[in-house]
Structure formats: C-alpha cells, structure tokens
C-alpha cells in the first residue's frame, strides 16, 4: 500500500481535496477530526490537568484552549507533547484498517505535515494549493475568524512556496472541483506504481 500525505496551509482547500479522495474510493485519514473526537474523549482529562480551566462536561472547550495556547509557543508544545502520542495510536489504527481492507493507496490528511516531520513517514506528499487572495477570503469568511488569528495561525505554518517545492503532487484548488477530480485520478494512477519511501 502507498501511503500520500495530504497538506496545504488553512484555507487552501485541503478539505474538500480530502473529501474528493474519500469520493474516489480511498481511504482518508483526517487528523483533525480525530483531534475532535480525543478532545471530546482521552484527551480532555489530560488537557484539563495541563490547562486548568480549559474543558467543560469533559470536553475541551476549544476556543478557551485556543485563547490559552495560540500565542504561547511553550504551551502549545506542552499541548502537542499531550496529543500527538494519542494521535499517532489512532493514526496507526487506521493504516493497519486500510491495509487490512486491501487498499492500494491510502491518504492521511495532516494540515502541519512537514512542521511535525510527518513527511518523512509517507511515500508521496499532495499539497493542495491556491493564490492568495482567495485564501485570505476563504479563511476570513470562517466564523470567528479574525485577520490577527489568522496572521497567528499562518506563523505556525510553513509558507505555501516553501509546501509546494517540497511536494510530489500540487493540486491547483482555484478552479473549481472538477480540475481537482481530475488530478486526484493522476495523482492516484501514479501512487500505485511508485516505489515505496518511507521506513
């Protein structure tokens, strides 16, 4: 099985891409819905402990865990070093399932791919991308987004450029779905016959 690594900086069109594969009959791996779903379960406790304050009825209460970590790099590591070994159990679950199921290609959708090294543990990396003006307006449609929270947000991330030099497959996400079907068909028909990179 060949395993792609999906990314592309917020507002890029990362998500619908995700769904377009799922469409396409292969198996997806979204990390951030299964960061909603420990924050709503094992995670909160820990959190909580960290982060006093921060869960509610024993979920977290992400925009109060937000405003506690996003300008505090100290923090947010302490936060990663909580979600990221419970992220990797369920990461592997989910591989060991698509395997298991015969799938010849599989996708894990990780929006911080190459900031955790994540990179190194796929055979191909997809960086879905667009201009950025549409992302600007994309992202400030969102519901309490703010232009500081977004400038917060992209100094987490590394730059669009910088994502689709180190890319094997770029997917143009400005012209609607059907060039992004289009490509994703591609990117699959060639997956299938790379040879295998990662440890």
């Known amino acids: 099985m060949r395993i792609l690594g999906l990314t592309g900086s917020i507002g890029m069109g990362k998500s619908t891409t995700a769904k377009l594969f799922a469409e396409a009959g292969i198996p997806v ?15 909160a406790p820990l959190i909580e402990a960290a982060f006093p304050g921060t869960t509610a009825n024993g979920k977290v209460d992400r925009a109060r865990l937000s ?26 679950a989910f591989l060991d399932e698509a395997e298991r199921s015969g799938a010849e290609v599989a996708v894990v959708d990780v929006p911080l791919l190459f900031e955790t090294g994540g990179d190194k543990q796929v055979d191909a990396v997809v960086v879905v991308s667009t201009d950025p003006e549409t992302q600007r307006a994309r992202i400030l449609a969102r519901d309490k987004m703010t232009p500081d929270k977004l400038e917060a947000i992209l100094a987490r991330q590394l730059p669009d450029a910088e994502k689709r030099r180190r890319a094997d497959f770029v ?3 400005s012209h609607g779905l059907e060039p992004v ?3 994703i068909r591609d990117i699959i028909a060639a997956a299938v016959k790379m040879p295998r990179r990662r440890p």
């Open 29 to 43: 791996y979204d990390a951030d819905a299964t960061v909603h779903r420990i924050y709503e379960g094992e995670a």
């Open 67 to 92: 405003e506690r970590v996003v300008h505090d790099p100290a923090a947010m590591r302490r936060l990663e070093q909580i979600v990221h070994p419970l992220l990797r159990s369920h990461h592997q």
């Open 171 to 173: 997917v143009d996400s």
């Open 181 to 183: 079907r289009a490509a």
